[in-house]
C-alpha cells in the first residue's frame, strides 16, 4: 500500500455527488497528442451496440502511465469532470462505457505494454490496453495460455474481462468467481495510488520479492474486490496480475449431445467435481453455427440445421510430462462418467463432423473474423446474461422458453452458451439475441421482452452478477443495506463522485 485512504472521505461517504465539468472545463494534463476532440469519435461513445445512449463527452484522453492517470484524476477533481474508463477496443456492448452526465472519456488503450511475465508463478503484468489479440500469441510463445472467454474479440482488453468477472471456459482452474484476477494498482478519486495483495508494498516493484500472485489483502480486506465488477465506478486500473496455465502439448476434444440442456448439465458436473475436462462449455445449436458459419455464413442456416439441439464440447489435456497417457485416462475417465448418466462422450459431433480441429482453435483463442460473432447474422444483438447454480439453470432455461412462447419471440436463432465456473460451483448464462436495425417494432418487442426476462428470472433465482444497464435496479432495489454500504464505500475511494457517475447504485 503506497497512500493512506482514510482521511476525512469516509465522513462524506453518502453525501458525495457528481458534477458537470464546470471551473472553465478540463484542460488537458497531457501532452497535446494525447488529447482527441474529433466530433465524429465523441459523438460515437455516446451509444453503443447494446442500445445504450447517454452524453457525448466533451473530450478523450490518452494516458500512456500511472503518472498521466493521477493527473487526469486531479485535474478532474479540480473541474469536477466525470471520468468514465474505457480499454477495450468497439464495438461496446453493455453500456457501461457509455457516459451517463458527459465529461472526459479516459481511453487506456496507449497503456499497452506486457510489463513481465513469469513461468514460474505463471502469472502475467499487464497494462488495462493490453489485448486478447495482442496477448495470447506472446504466451503460446512461452509455452503459456490465459483461461479464456467464450471467444473474445481480439480488442478486447485483458484487464477490462478479468475485472468484468467475464467466465473463462477452463472453470476446472478456477477458485472463486474472481480467479483468474489476482493483483493490481489503480488510482482511486484521491488521486492516490494503491496496490492490492502481495503487490502492496513496502518498496517499488523492482525491490519487492513477492511473485505478485497472492490477491488477498492488505490486512483484512481483498481490495482488489471493490474493483470486480464495478464498470469504472471505484478507481482507474493502471496494471493488473492474472493467472495462467501451461500450454496443453496435447489435446483431445470430445462432445456430448442431447435436445435438453439439463441432459447435460448432471454429467458435467460430476465431471468438473473430479476436475477431468479443462475447456468445457455447452452451446445451443445457434450459437455453434454462428461460430463455425463461413464469413459469408451461406451454410449458417445448415449447420443450425444438422447440429444438435444441444452440445457440450469437452477438451482433454495433456502437458509437458506423459501427455499422451494423461489424455488416454482422462479422456477413458470421461467417457465412463458420462456414459453412468446415459449420454455417449464422441469425438465427432453430427452436423459437424470434420470440424474438430476449427472448434479447438476456436476454443484457444480470440476472435478475429471480422465483427464480433455476436453481430454476424443483423449486425446488431441485445444479450442476457446471469449466473446461477448448474442444479437451477434448467428451470430458469425453462421459464425463458415460457416466455419467450407468451410474447411471441422466435428463439430459433437466438444463440445461448453455459459455461460451468468455479469447478462446476455455479454456472454462467448468455443468450444472444439478433436484432434487425431496420425494424424498429421488432426491436421494441425484443426489448420489452428482455426487461420482463430479467425481472422473471431474477425472482426465480437468476442473479446478476455484472448488472449493466437495467439489471442495476434488479441486483440492488431489494438490496437498500448493500446499497447503503456501497456509497459509503464509494464515499471513500471516489469522494468526488467523479468515476463513471450513474452506473450500478450511484
Given amino acids: 500500500m503506497r497512500a493512506s485512504l482514510t482521511g476525512g472521505y469516509a465522513a462524506r461517504g453518502v453525501a458525495y455527488t457528481a458534477h458537470p465539468m464546470g471551473n472553465g472545463g478540463f484542460n488537458n494534463p ?3 497528442a494525447s488529447a482527441c476532440a474529433d466530433p465524429a469519435l465523441l459523438r460515437a461513445f455516446a451509444t453503443d451496440a447494446s442500445g445504450a445512449s447517454g452524453q457525448v463527452p ?16 486531479r485535474e478532474a477533481i479540480r473541474t469536477r469532470t466525470p471520468l468514465v474508463p474505457v480499454s477495450s477496443g468497439p464495438p461496446h456492448f453493455h453500456g457501461d462505457t457509455v457516459p451517463a452526465r458527459g465529461g472526459v472519456v479516459v481511453d487506456f488503450s496507449r497503456m499497452n505494454r506486457v510489463l513481465r511475465i513469469d513461468r514460474p508463478s505463471r502469472s502475467v503484468r499487464v497494462e488495462p490496453g493490453v489485448t486478447y489479440g495482442a496477448l495470447i500469441p506472446q504466451l503460446r510463445a512461452q509455452g503459456l495460455r490465459l483461461s479464456l472467454p467464450l471467444l473474445p474479440r481480439a480488442n478486447k482488453s485483458v484487464v477490462a474481462s478479468r475485472l468484468e468477472r467475464e467466465p473463462v471456459t477452463t472453470p476446472k482452474y478456477q477458485y472463486d468467481e474472481l480467479d483468474p484476477l489476482l493483483t493490481l494498482e489503480v488510482v482511486y478519486g484521491t488521486g492516490e495510488d494503491f496496490r492490492t495483495g502481495s503487490a502492496c508494498g513496502p518498496g517499488t516493484l523492482e525491490t519487492l520479492k513477492a511473485d505478485l500472485v497472492n490477491p488477498w ?4 480486506i481483498d481490495y482488489f474486490r471493490l474493483l470486480s465488477a464495478a464498470q469504472g465506478t471505484m478507481g482507474l486500473v493502471s496494471w493488473a496480475v492474472t493467472k495462467l496455465e501451461i500450454l496443453p502439448t496435447r489435446q483431445q476434444l470430445l462432445f456430448l449431445h442431447a435436445d435438453d440442456p439439463a441432459r447435460l448439465l448432471q454429467p458435467i458436473d460430476v465431471l468438473l467435481r473430479r476436475r477431468v475436462p479443462d475447456e468445457c462449455v455447452v452451446l445451443n445449436r445457434a450459437a455453434l453455427a454462428m461460430l463455425l458459419a463461413a464469413d459469408d455464413l451461406r451454410d449458417y442456416a445448415a449447420l443450425r440445421a444438422a447440429l444438435p439441439a444441444w452440445s457440450a464440447l ?3 489435456a495433456g502437458y509437458e510430462r506423459r501427455a499422451e497417457e494423461r489424455v488416454a485416462l482422462y479422456a477413458d475417465q470421461l467417457r465412463t462418467l458420462a456414459g453412468a448418466t446415459g449420454l455417449a462422450a464422441t469425438a465427432s459431433l453430427p452436423g459437424a463432423v470434420g470440424r474438430e480441429a476449427q472448434i479447438l482453435e476456436l476454443l484457444s483463442g480470440a476472435w478475429t473474423q471480422g465483427p464480433d460473432w455476436r453481430l454476424r447474422l443483423t449486425g446488431s444483438s441485445r444479450e442476457l446474461l446471469f449466473t446461477a447454480p448448474l442444479s437451477r439453470m434448467p428451470a430458469l432455461q425453462q421459464r425463458l422458453r415460457e416466455l419467450a412462447a407468451q410474447q411471441g419471440i422466435d428463439l430459433a436463432d437466438a444463440a445461448c452458451h453455459l459455461q460451468p465456473a468455479v469447478q462446476g460451483r455455479s454456472c454462467h448464462c ?43 435496479r434488479i441486483a440492488y432495489d431489494d438490496y437498500p ?19 463513471n457517475p450513474g452506473r450500478l447504485c450511484f
Fill in 217 to 220: 489483502g492488505p490486512g483484512s
Fill in 30 to 32: 497531457l501532452e497535446p
Fill in 314 to 316: 469437452l477438451v482433454v
Fill in 481 to 499: 443495506g448493500g446499497v447503503e454500504l456501497l456509497r459509503r464505500l464509494k464515499g471513500v475511494f471516489d469522494p468526488h463522485g467523479l468515476f
Fill in 58 to 73: 466533451a473530450q478523450l484522453l490518452y494516458p500512456r502511465s500511472r503518472e498521466d492517470v493521477q493527473a487526469i484524476v
Fill in 430 to 472: 448468455e443468450w444472444v439475441f439478433p436484432r434487425s436495425p431496420d425494424d424498429a417494432a421488432a426491436g421494441a418487442r425484443l426489448d420489452a421482452f428482455l426487461r420482463e426476462a430479467a425481472r422473471q428470472l431474477a425472482r426465480a433465482g437468476a442473479y446478476f452478477s455484472r448488472p449493466y444497464g437495467e439489471w442495476a
